[in-house]
Protein backbone atom coordinates (compact mmCIF):
# COMPACT_ATOMS: atom_id res chain seq x y z
CA UNK A 1 0.00 0.00 0.00
CA UNK A 2 1.47 3.26 -1.19
CA UNK A 3 -1.24 5.53 -0.54
CA UNK A 4 1.09 9.09 0.58
CA UNK A 5 1.71 11.40 -1.57
CA UNK A 6 5.70 11.80 -0.18
CA UNK A 7 7.55 9.21 0.37
CA UNK A 8 8.66 8.88 4.55
CA UNK A 9 12.24 10.52 5.27
CA UNK A 10 14.81 7.68 5.95
CA UNK A 11 14.97 7.36 9.93
CA UNK A 12 18.23 6.45 11.90
CA UNK A 13 18.61 6.16 15.31
CA UNK A 14 21.79 8.38 15.29
CA UNK A 15 20.33 11.20 16.25
CA UNK A 16 22.31 14.25 17.08
CA UNK A 17 22.91 13.19 20.35
CA UNK A 18 23.66 9.88 20.24
CA UNK A 19 26.22 10.97 17.67
CA UNK A 20 27.80 13.25 19.61
CA UNK A 21 27.51 10.49 22.47
CA UNK A 22 29.49 8.17 20.08
CA UNK A 23 31.81 10.62 18.88
CA UNK A 24 32.97 11.31 22.13
CA UNK A 25 33.35 7.86 23.39
CA UNK A 26 34.95 6.82 19.73
CA UNK A 27 36.92 9.99 20.60
CA UNK A 28 38.12 8.53 24.57
CA UNK A 29 38.69 5.16 23.02
CA UNK A 30 40.85 6.13 20.23
CA UNK A 31 42.76 7.51 22.77
CA UNK A 32 42.45 4.56 25.17
CA UNK A 33 43.93 2.72 22.28
CA UNK A 34 46.09 5.05 21.11
CA UNK A 35 47.93 5.20 24.55
CA UNK A 36 47.50 1.33 25.01
CA UNK A 37 49.31 1.19 21.61
CA UNK A 38 51.71 3.69 22.40
CA UNK A 39 52.51 1.81 25.91
CA UNK A 40 52.76 -1.74 24.06
CA UNK A 41 55.31 -0.57 21.46
CA UNK A 42 57.37 0.86 24.60
CA UNK A 43 57.37 -1.92 26.16
CA UNK A 44 57.61 -4.17 23.46
CA UNK A 45 60.80 -1.90 23.00
CA UNK A 46 62.02 -2.24 26.04
CA UNK A 47 62.08 -5.79 26.06
CA UNK A 48 63.83 -5.77 22.80
CA UNK A 49 66.20 -3.60 24.40
CA UNK A 50 66.40 -5.64 27.59
CA UNK A 51 67.20 -8.88 25.20
CA UNK A 52 69.29 -6.89 23.31
CA UNK A 53 71.23 -6.15 26.72
CA UNK A 54 71.12 -8.95 28.01
CA UNK A 55 72.50 -10.91 24.84
CA UNK A 56 74.82 -8.37 24.96
CA UNK A 57 75.89 -8.73 28.22
CA UNK A 58 76.34 -12.57 27.94
CA UNK A 59 78.54 -11.70 24.86
CA UNK A 60 80.61 -9.47 26.27
CA UNK A 61 80.74 -11.86 29.15
CA UNK A 62 81.89 -14.28 26.48
CA UNK A 63 84.03 -12.08 25.18
CA UNK A 64 85.72 -11.46 28.86
CA UNK A 65 86.30 -15.26 29.03
CA UNK A 66 87.82 -15.29 25.57
CA UNK A 67 89.87 -12.64 26.61
CA UNK A 68 91.26 -14.10 29.64
CA UNK A 69 91.86 -16.93 28.11
CA UNK A 70 93.93 -15.28 25.45
CA UNK A 71 95.38 -13.06 28.63
CA UNK A 72 96.12 -16.32 29.93
CA UNK A 73 97.63 -17.83 26.92
CA UNK A 74 99.66 -14.40 26.43
CA UNK A 75 100.45 -15.27 29.84
CA UNK A 76 102.06 -18.05 29.30
CA UNK A 77 103.75 -16.73 25.63
CA UNK A 78 105.21 -14.45 28.21
CA UNK A 79 106.55 -16.35 30.27
CA UNK A 80 107.83 -19.01 27.60
CA UNK A 81 108.98 -15.66 25.96
CA UNK A 82 111.12 -14.89 28.87
CA UNK A 83 111.90 -18.52 29.45
CA UNK A 84 113.55 -18.39 25.85
CA UNK A 85 115.32 -15.40 25.76
CA UNK A 86 116.60 -16.62 28.90
CA UNK A 87 117.57 -19.90 27.50
CA UNK A 88 118.64 -17.81 24.11
CA UNK A 89 121.00 -15.94 27.20
CA UNK A 90 122.32 -17.80 28.65
CA UNK A 91 122.75 -20.42 25.33
CA UNK A 92 124.46 -17.18 24.00
CA UNK A 93 126.37 -16.61 27.16
CA UNK A 94 127.22 -20.10 26.75
CA UNK A 95 128.62 -20.01 23.38
CA UNK A 96 130.27 -16.42 24.57
CA UNK A 97 131.99 -18.18 27.31
CA UNK A 98 132.47 -21.39 24.85
CA UNK A 99 134.49 -19.30 22.87
CA UNK A 100 136.00 -17.58 24.90
CA UNK A 101 136.97 -20.90 25.99
CA UNK A 102 138.47 -21.74 22.80
CA UNK A 103 142.64 -20.98 23.25
CA UNK A 104 144.11 -18.89 19.95
CA UNK A 105 146.36 -21.90 18.98
CA UNK A 106 142.98 -24.59 18.13
CA UNK A 107 140.94 -24.20 15.70
CA UNK A 108 137.42 -25.33 15.81
CA UNK A 109 135.53 -26.48 12.23
CA UNK A 110 132.19 -27.15 14.06
CA UNK A 111 130.59 -27.37 17.00
CA UNK A 112 128.19 -28.72 17.64
CA UNK A 113 125.11 -27.58 20.79
CA UNK A 114 123.39 -30.54 22.34
CA UNK A 115 120.26 -30.43 24.80
CA UNK A 116 122.53 -31.49 27.19
CA UNK A 117 125.81 -31.54 25.42
CA UNK A 118 128.68 -30.00 23.12
CA UNK A 119 130.19 -31.45 20.35
CA UNK A 120 133.26 -29.62 19.04
CA UNK A 121 135.60 -30.50 15.81
CA UNK A 122 138.53 -29.34 15.68
CA UNK A 123 142.17 -28.73 15.51
CA UNK A 124 144.89 -28.39 17.75
CA UNK A 125 148.54 -28.52 17.56
CA UNK A 126 149.50 -30.81 19.87
CA UNK A 127 147.43 -32.68 22.68
CA UNK A 128 149.00 -30.64 25.70
CA UNK A 129 147.94 -27.48 24.26
CA UNK A 130 143.92 -29.11 23.83
CA UNK A 131 144.49 -30.83 26.90
CA UNK A 132 145.30 -27.78 29.08
CA UNK A 133 143.98 -24.70 27.71
CA UNK A 134 140.59 -26.49 26.26
CA UNK A 135 139.29 -29.81 27.96
CA UNK A 136 140.69 -28.42 31.52
CA UNK A 137 137.54 -26.09 31.33
CA UNK A 138 135.20 -28.18 28.98
CA UNK A 139 135.58 -30.61 32.31
CA UNK A 140 134.48 -27.58 35.03
CA UNK A 141 131.88 -27.08 32.96
CA UNK A 142 130.43 -30.80 31.69
CA UNK A 143 130.52 -33.81 33.98
CA UNK A 144 131.78 -36.03 31.37
CA UNK A 145 133.73 -35.21 28.56
CA UNK A 146 135.01 -37.43 25.98
CA UNK A 147 137.83 -36.30 23.19
CA UNK A 148 139.07 -38.40 20.19
CA UNK A 149 141.81 -37.51 18.25
CA UNK A 150 143.18 -38.10 15.13
CA UNK A 151 146.63 -37.24 13.33
CA UNK A 152 146.50 -34.91 10.24
CA UNK A 153 149.28 -34.81 7.36
CA UNK A 154 151.13 -31.69 8.76
CA UNK A 155 151.50 -33.30 12.19
CA UNK A 156 148.71 -31.04 13.78
CA UNK A 157 145.32 -33.52 15.84
CA UNK A 158 142.27 -33.32 14.73
CA UNK A 159 139.97 -33.63 17.52
CA UNK A 160 136.00 -34.59 18.28
CA UNK A 161 135.68 -33.58 21.77
CA UNK A 162 132.05 -34.73 23.19
CA UNK A 163 130.60 -33.04 26.59
CA UNK A 164 127.74 -34.20 28.49
CA UNK A 165 125.85 -32.74 31.65
CA UNK A 166 123.96 -35.03 33.41
CA UNK A 167 120.13 -34.53 33.30
CA UNK A 168 119.52 -32.85 36.97
CA UNK A 169 122.18 -31.03 36.62
CA UNK A 170 120.83 -29.72 33.05
CA UNK A 171 117.20 -28.85 34.67
CA UNK A 172 118.89 -26.71 37.19
CA UNK A 173 121.02 -24.61 34.46
CA UNK A 174 117.78 -24.12 32.75
CA UNK A 175 116.14 -22.84 35.80
CA UNK A 176 118.94 -20.35 35.38
CA UNK A 177 121.04 -22.04 38.80
CA UNK A 178 124.23 -22.19 38.31
CA UNK A 179 126.01 -24.90 39.68
CA UNK A 180 129.80 -25.45 39.98
CA UNK A 181 130.64 -28.80 39.35
CA UNK A 182 133.18 -31.00 39.64
CA UNK A 183 134.39 -32.38 36.53
CA UNK A 184 134.74 -35.78 36.41
CA UNK A 185 137.69 -37.31 34.91
CA UNK A 186 137.40 -37.96 31.15
CA UNK A 187 138.87 -40.97 29.30
CA UNK A 188 140.94 -40.38 26.82
CA UNK A 189 140.61 -42.87 23.68
CA UNK A 190 143.83 -42.12 22.38
CA UNK B 1 17.61 -4.05 13.48
CA UNK B 2 16.86 -1.26 16.27
CA UNK B 3 14.30 0.28 15.55
CA UNK B 4 11.96 -1.62 17.23
CA UNK B 5 14.04 -0.89 20.68
CA UNK B 6 12.39 2.51 19.56
CA UNK B 7 9.34 4.18 20.37
CA UNK B 8 7.39 4.83 17.15
CA UNK B 9 6.40 8.43 17.39
CA UNK B 10 2.98 9.24 15.12
CA UNK B 11 2.52 12.89 14.68
CA UNK B 12 -0.89 13.47 12.73
CA UNK B 13 -1.71 17.19 11.68
CA UNK B 14 -5.27 17.76 10.49
CA UNK B 15 -5.33 21.42 9.31
CA UNK B 16 -8.67 23.31 10.05
CA UNK B 17 -10.24 26.42 8.99
CA UNK B 18 -8.15 28.50 11.87
CA UNK B 19 -7.14 25.81 13.69
CA UNK B 20 -4.63 22.92 13.77
CA UNK B 21 -5.06 20.01 15.68
CA UNK B 22 -2.20 17.73 16.45
CA UNK B 23 -2.51 13.89 17.43
CA UNK B 24 0.34 12.39 18.53
CA UNK B 25 0.53 8.37 19.39
CA UNK B 26 3.17 7.10 20.85
CA UNK B 27 3.66 3.02 19.85
CA UNK B 28 6.05 0.41 21.33
CA UNK B 29 5.77 -3.24 19.40
CA UNK B 30 2.43 -1.90 17.71
CA UNK B 31 1.03 -1.13 21.32
CA UNK B 32 -0.10 2.46 21.81
CA UNK B 33 1.16 3.52 25.28
CA UNK B 34 0.35 7.27 24.84
CA UNK B 35 -2.13 8.99 22.33
CA UNK B 36 -2.39 12.75 23.08
CA UNK B 37 -4.64 15.72 21.07
CA UNK B 38 -3.82 19.35 21.35
CA UNK B 39 -5.48 21.95 19.24
CA UNK B 40 -4.08 25.16 18.24
CA UNK B 41 -4.94 28.67 17.26
CA UNK B 42 -2.53 28.81 13.94
CA UNK B 43 -3.20 27.76 10.14
CA UNK B 44 0.45 26.59 9.43
CA UNK B 45 2.87 25.83 12.93
CA UNK B 46 3.63 27.85 15.48
CA UNK B 47 6.05 27.79 18.78
CA UNK B 48 3.74 26.53 20.69
CA UNK B 49 2.77 23.71 18.53
CA UNK B 50 6.35 23.06 17.61
CA UNK B 51 7.55 23.36 21.08
CA UNK B 52 4.73 20.33 21.35
CA UNK B 53 5.47 18.23 18.55
CA UNK B 54 9.13 18.48 19.48
CA UNK B 55 8.44 17.16 22.93
CA UNK B 56 7.04 13.72 21.54
CA UNK B 57 9.67 13.86 18.23
CA UNK B 58 12.65 13.76 21.16
CA UNK B 59 11.65 10.93 22.13
CA UNK B 60 12.77 8.69 19.49
CA UNK B 61 14.53 9.08 16.43
CA UNK B 62 11.30 6.96 14.55
CA UNK B 63 8.90 9.95 14.39
CA UNK B 64 6.60 10.09 11.17
CA UNK B 65 4.82 13.70 10.56
CA UNK B 66 1.62 12.74 8.76
CA UNK B 67 -0.75 15.30 7.21
CA UNK B 68 -4.42 15.50 5.45
CA UNK B 69 -3.95 17.21 2.18
CA UNK B 70 -5.07 20.76 2.09
CA UNK B 71 -4.76 21.29 -1.00
CA UNK B 72 -7.74 22.75 -3.34
CA UNK B 73 -6.69 21.60 -6.25
CA UNK B 74 -6.89 17.95 -5.56
CA UNK B 75 -9.09 15.22 -6.79
CA UNK B 76 -9.69 11.67 -8.01
CA UNK B 77 -10.18 10.54 -11.03
CA UNK B 78 -12.22 7.12 -12.13
CA UNK B 79 -8.81 5.29 -13.78
CA UNK B 80 -5.75 4.91 -13.87
CA UNK B 81 -4.60 4.55 -17.61
CA UNK B 82 -2.20 7.44 -18.20
CA UNK B 83 -3.88 7.81 -21.42
CA UNK B 84 -7.25 8.69 -19.72
CA UNK B 85 -6.17 10.79 -17.28
CA UNK B 86 -5.95 13.70 -19.31
CA UNK B 87 -10.49 13.01 -20.51
CA UNK B 88 -10.43 14.04 -16.44
CA UNK B 89 -7.66 15.96 -15.26
CA UNK B 90 -4.62 17.83 -16.54
CA UNK B 91 -1.93 16.06 -14.34
CA UNK B 92 1.06 18.07 -15.70
CA UNK B 93 1.51 20.04 -12.65
CA UNK B 94 0.17 17.88 -10.22
CA UNK B 95 1.15 14.78 -7.89
CA UNK B 96 -1.24 11.73 -8.83
CA UNK B 97 -1.02 7.84 -7.24
CA UNK B 98 -3.42 5.12 -8.33
CA UNK B 99 -5.38 3.53 -5.68
CA UNK B 100 -5.63 0.05 -6.20
CA UNK B 101 -5.50 0.08 -9.83
CA UNK B 102 -8.38 1.16 -9.90
CA UNK B 103 -8.64 4.80 -9.96
CA UNK B 104 -6.46 8.08 -8.98
CA UNK B 105 -6.05 10.70 -7.02
CA UNK B 106 -4.00 13.73 -6.99
CA UNK B 107 -3.68 17.02 -5.92
CA UNK B 108 -1.41 20.17 -6.70
CA UNK B 109 2.71 19.90 -6.66
CA UNK B 110 2.80 23.07 -6.00
CA UNK B 111 0.79 22.72 -2.68
CA UNK B 112 2.76 20.07 -2.16
CA UNK B 113 5.74 21.38 -2.22
CA UNK B 114 4.34 24.60 -0.18
CA UNK B 115 2.81 22.12 2.61
CA UNK B 116 6.99 20.95 2.80
CA UNK B 117 7.64 24.40 3.07
CA UNK B 118 5.22 25.55 5.57
CA UNK B 119 6.27 22.51 8.10
CA UNK B 120 9.70 22.61 7.46
CA UNK B 121 10.68 23.04 11.44
CA UNK B 122 9.33 19.42 11.67
CA UNK B 123 8.87 17.74 7.91
CA UNK B 124 6.64 15.30 6.66
CA UNK B 125 6.66 12.16 6.19
CA UNK B 126 3.02 12.04 4.71
CA UNK B 127 0.21 13.46 2.73
CA UNK B 128 -2.45 11.48 2.69
CA UNK B 129 -5.33 12.61 0.19
CA UNK B 130 -9.23 12.73 1.57
CA UNK B 131 -10.33 10.13 -1.18
CA UNK B 132 -8.18 7.47 -0.07
CA UNK B 133 -9.06 8.51 3.68
CA UNK B 134 -13.05 7.99 2.56
CA UNK B 135 -12.13 4.99 0.62
CA UNK B 136 -10.15 3.35 3.63
CA UNK B 137 -13.40 4.84 5.83
CA UNK B 138 -15.56 3.14 4.06
CA UNK B 139 -14.18 0.19 2.65
CA UNK B 140 -16.80 -2.61 3.70
CA UNK B 141 -19.16 -0.15 2.07
CA UNK B 142 -17.42 0.99 -1.04
CA UNK B 143 -16.91 -2.77 -1.98
CA UNK B 144 -20.11 -3.78 -2.26
CA UNK B 145 -22.27 -0.28 -2.58
CA UNK B 146 -23.57 1.77 -5.04
CA UNK B 147 -23.81 5.52 -3.17
CA UNK B 148 -22.11 8.41 -3.14
CA UNK B 149 -19.38 8.72 -0.33
CA UNK B 150 -18.75 12.05 1.37
CA UNK B 151 -15.91 13.25 4.06
CA UNK B 152 -16.92 16.43 5.62
CA UNK B 153 -14.29 18.20 7.18
CA UNK B 154 -14.60 21.92 8.79
CA UNK B 155 -13.32 23.87 5.77
CA UNK B 156 -13.43 20.89 2.73
CA UNK B 157 -15.52 18.52 1.52
CA UNK B 158 -14.33 15.49 -0.48
CA UNK B 159 -17.05 13.07 -2.46
CA UNK B 160 -16.89 10.45 -4.99
CA UNK B 161 -19.50 8.06 -5.77
CA UNK B 162 -18.61 4.60 -6.17
CA UNK B 163 -19.70 1.60 -7.92
CA UNK B 164 -18.58 -1.20 -6.39
CA UNK B 165 -15.28 -0.22 -5.78
CA UNK B 166 -15.81 1.17 -9.17
CA UNK B 167 -14.87 5.30 -8.97
CA UNK B 168 -17.70 6.95 -10.95
CA UNK B 169 -17.16 10.87 -9.99
CA UNK B 170 -15.18 12.46 -7.04
CA UNK B 171 -14.87 15.96 -6.62
CA UNK B 172 -13.24 18.26 -3.29
CA UNK B 173 -14.35 21.50 -2.20
CA UNK B 174 -13.95 24.40 -0.33
CA UNK B 175 -16.90 25.18 1.72
CA UNK B 176 -16.01 28.37 1.93
CA UNK B 177 -14.07 29.66 -1.19
CA UNK B 178 -15.26 27.39 -3.90
CA UNK B 179 -18.71 27.98 -4.92
CA UNK B 180 -19.52 27.27 -8.73
CA UNK B 181 -22.19 29.18 -10.18
CA UNK B 182 -25.12 27.45 -9.81
CA UNK B 183 -24.16 26.76 -5.95
CA UNK B 184 -23.98 30.22 -5.80
CA UNK B 185 -27.23 31.25 -7.55
CA UNK B 186 -28.89 28.47 -5.21
CA UNK B 187 -27.38 30.17 -2.44
CA UNK B 188 -28.19 33.47 -3.23
CA UNK B 189 -31.74 33.25 -3.58
CA UNK B 190 -31.97 30.82 -0.13
CA UNK B 191 -30.00 33.81 1.83
CA UNK B 192 -32.27 35.98 0.23
CA UNK B 193 -35.70 34.27 1.39
CA UNK B 194 -33.81 33.92 4.72
CA UNK B 195 -32.71 37.65 4.87
CA UNK B 196 -36.55 38.36 4.31
CA UNK B 197 -37.51 35.86 7.37
CA UNK B 198 -34.91 37.57 9.77
CA UNK B 199 -35.54 41.32 8.68
CA UNK B 200 -39.38 40.02 9.77
CA UNK B 201 -38.50 38.65 13.03
CA UNK B 202 -39.95 34.91 13.77
CA UNK B 203 -42.35 34.43 16.38
CA UNK B 204 -41.97 31.15 18.02
CA UNK B 205 -45.30 30.74 18.82
CA UNK B 206 -46.76 31.25 15.32
CA UNK B 207 -44.39 28.44 13.90
CA UNK B 208 -46.55 25.18 13.55
CA UNK B 209 -43.45 23.13 11.42
CA UNK B 210 -45.65 19.75 11.85
CA UNK B 211 -48.28 21.07 9.94
CA UNK B 212 -46.44 23.22 7.71
CA UNK B 213 -44.61 19.77 6.62
CA UNK B 214 -47.19 17.48 6.43
CA UNK B 215 -47.67 17.24 2.83
CA UNK B 216 -43.82 16.64 2.63
CA UNK B 217 -44.89 12.77 3.67
CA UNK B 218 -46.27 12.64 0.09
CA UNK B 219 -42.89 12.69 -1.16
CA UNK B 220 -41.61 9.84 1.20
CA UNK B 221 -43.37 7.55 -0.92
CA UNK B 222 -41.80 8.92 -4.34
CA UNK B 223 -40.66 5.77 -6.38
CA UNK B 224 -41.06 7.75 -10.09
CA UNK B 225 -37.89 9.31 -10.70
CA UNK B 226 -39.17 11.84 -12.86
CA UNK B 227 -40.74 13.24 -9.75
CA UNK B 228 -37.53 14.83 -9.70
CA UNK B 229 -39.19 18.46 -11.09
CA UNK B 230 -41.09 18.37 -8.45
CA UNK B 231 -38.81 18.27 -5.68
CA UNK B 232 -36.94 21.44 -7.15
CA UNK B 233 -40.39 22.75 -5.87
CA UNK B 234 -40.07 21.18 -3.00
CA UNK B 235 -36.61 22.57 -2.55
CA UNK B 236 -38.33 25.59 -3.09
CA UNK B 237 -41.06 25.59 0.02
CA UNK B 238 -40.54 28.41 2.56
CA UNK B 239 -42.16 25.95 4.87
CA UNK B 240 -39.13 23.64 4.62
CA UNK B 241 -37.42 26.39 5.15
CA UNK B 242 -38.83 27.32 8.31
CA UNK B 243 -38.56 24.45 9.83
CA UNK B 244 -35.65 24.22 9.07
CA UNK B 245 -34.61 27.24 10.34
CA UNK B 246 -37.01 26.80 13.78
CA UNK B 247 -35.01 23.95 14.99
CA UNK B 248 -31.85 25.64 14.35
CA UNK B 249 -33.58 28.20 17.01
CA UNK B 250 -34.70 25.80 18.95
CA UNK B 251 -31.00 24.03 19.22
CA UNK B 252 -28.67 27.66 19.84
CA UNK B 253 -31.34 29.73 21.35
CA UNK B 254 -31.94 31.81 18.51
CA UNK B 255 -28.80 32.35 16.37
CA UNK B 256 -28.70 32.20 13.23
CA UNK B 257 -25.31 29.53 13.49
CA UNK B 258 -22.41 29.80 11.50
CA UNK B 259 -22.92 25.76 11.53
CA UNK B 260 -26.40 25.86 9.77
CA UNK B 261 -24.93 27.98 6.86
CA UNK B 262 -21.83 25.57 6.53
CA UNK B 263 -24.24 22.72 6.34
CA UNK B 264 -26.45 24.56 3.87
CA UNK B 265 -23.87 25.83 1.97
CA UNK B 266 -22.47 21.31 2.32
CA UNK B 267 -25.76 20.43 0.54
CA UNK B 268 -25.65 22.77 -2.12
CA UNK B 269 -22.22 21.93 -2.99
CA UNK B 270 -23.39 18.41 -2.69
CA UNK B 271 -26.06 19.14 -4.68
CA UNK B 272 -24.34 21.24 -7.05
CA UNK B 273 -22.03 17.90 -7.51
CA UNK B 274 -24.36 15.53 -8.23
CA UNK B 275 -26.47 17.62 -11.21
CA UNK B 276 -22.38 17.67 -12.97
CA UNK B 277 -21.93 14.04 -12.13
CA UNK B 278 -25.46 13.65 -13.47
CA UNK B 279 -25.02 16.15 -16.66
CA UNK B 280 -21.30 15.58 -17.49
CA UNK B 281 -21.25 12.90 -20.32
CA UNK B 282 -17.48 12.16 -19.52
CA UNK B 283 -18.78 10.72 -16.41
CA UNK B 284 -20.48 7.11 -15.55
CA UNK B 285 -23.62 8.20 -15.07
CA UNK B 286 -25.86 6.26 -12.90
CA UNK B 287 -28.71 6.81 -10.10
CA UNK B 288 -27.29 7.35 -6.50
CA UNK B 289 -30.18 6.49 -4.08
CA UNK B 290 -27.49 6.51 -1.12
CA UNK B 291 -25.14 8.64 0.88
CA UNK B 292 -22.15 8.03 3.12
CA UNK B 293 -21.12 10.48 5.26
CA UNK B 294 -17.71 10.83 7.26
CA UNK B 295 -18.23 13.73 9.84
CA UNK B 296 -15.27 15.16 10.60
CA UNK B 297 -16.08 18.20 12.14
CA UNK B 298 -19.23 17.52 13.64
CA UNK B 299 -22.25 18.42 11.08
CA UNK B 300 -25.41 18.93 11.96
CA UNK B 301 -28.32 16.49 11.45
CA UNK B 302 -29.97 19.27 9.36
CA UNK B 303 -27.55 18.33 6.28
CA UNK B 304 -29.07 14.93 6.88
CA UNK B 305 -32.49 15.82 6.58
CA UNK B 306 -31.96 18.54 3.78
CA UNK B 307 -30.17 15.70 1.28
CA UNK B 308 -33.20 13.30 2.22
CA UNK B 309 -36.21 15.68 1.95
CA UNK B 310 -34.42 17.74 -0.92
CA UNK B 311 -32.79 14.69 -3.14
CA UNK B 312 -34.26 11.90 -1.24
CA UNK B 313 -31.50 10.02 -0.65
CA UNK B 314 -30.89 7.73 1.91
CA UNK B 315 -28.55 9.28 4.11
CA UNK B 316 -25.94 7.39 6.70
CA UNK B 317 -23.44 9.84 8.92
CA UNK B 318 -20.26 7.99 10.59
CA UNK B 319 -18.71 10.29 12.43
CA UNK B 320 -15.00 9.90 12.02
CA UNK B 321 -11.76 10.85 13.41
CA UNK B 322 -9.86 12.64 11.09
CA UNK B 323 -6.62 12.65 13.06
CA UNK B 324 -6.72 9.11 14.32
CA UNK B 325 -8.03 8.06 10.75
CA UNK B 326 -4.71 9.73 9.01
CA UNK B 327 -2.59 7.93 12.14
CA UNK B 328 -4.16 4.42 10.71
CA UNK B 329 -3.08 4.91 7.52
CA UNK B 330 0.00 6.33 8.64
CA UNK B 331 0.68 2.89 10.49
CA UNK B 332 -0.68 1.41 7.87
CA UNK B 333 1.55 2.97 5.09
CA UNK B 334 4.32 2.39 7.52
CA UNK B 335 4.12 -1.20 7.80
CA UNK B 336 3.22 -1.86 3.84
Redo the contacts between chains.
Sequence with gaps: MRYSYTKPRKKSIFTPELKLAITFFMITLGMLFLTYGFLSFKDFSFQSQKAEMIQKRFDLGEAIEAMKAEVALINKESLLGERITTQNSVLKDSITNLFDLIPQRITLSEASLLENGLILHGITPNKDIYNFMLQAPLRSIFHKTYSSFYPLSNGWLRFVSTNYIEDDSFENNMTGTTKEKTAEEGEDEN | M??SL?LKVFINIILKRSETTVYIELLSNKNIIKNIEETFTTKSINEKMLDFILEYTNES????V?IL?TSSAQGAIPTCSKNQIGIFHDVTSS?H?C?KERWSYF?SRED?YAL?KTYKPI???????PF?MLAEFFKDKIDSHLAMFILVEEKYLSLAVFDKSELLFARHMDVQKRRDEEALLVYDEKAEELHSYLDEGIDLEEINPIDELEFLDDFADIADLDALEEIDEFADSQDLEEEFYQDQIQESKGTLSEGFNEDFQRFLLIQSSVKRFYSEEKYKSTFVESVYIADGCGVSQDLKRYLEEEMFLSVYVRKIDLAKQVCE??K???N?
Design positions: FGYPFYYADERFTLEGIDFVFSVLAAELS
